[in-house]
């Protein structure tokens, strides 16, 4: 995927983080409360982009 220059793309960056933070949070067994953190990263990530 080729990304465009400037604070474009540093936004699709991040918010590829956050989506990935997202799905990696929701994936761990112990943490608590990991649904709702799902849901708030998603959001935000949703936002950044």
Same mark, same amino acid.
């Given at each position: 995927?080729? =990304?465009r220059?400037?604070?474009t793309k540093?936004l @699709?960056?991040?918010? *590829?983080? #956050? &989506?990935l =933070? &997202?799905v990696e $949070? +929701?994936n #761990?067994p /112990?943490?608590? +409360? /990991?649904?709702e $953190?799902y849901? @708030?990263?998603? *959001?935000i990530?949703? $936002?950044?982009a």
């Amino acid at each position: 995927m080729k =990304l465009r220059k400037g604070k474009t793309k540093y936004l @699709v960056e991040k918010s *590829i983080e #956050s &989506a990935l =933070l &997202a799905v990696e $949070t +929701y994936n #761990s067994p /112990r943490k608590e +409360y /990991r649904f709702e $953190t799902y849901i @708030v990263l998603m *959001i935000i990530q949703s $936002t950044k982009a």
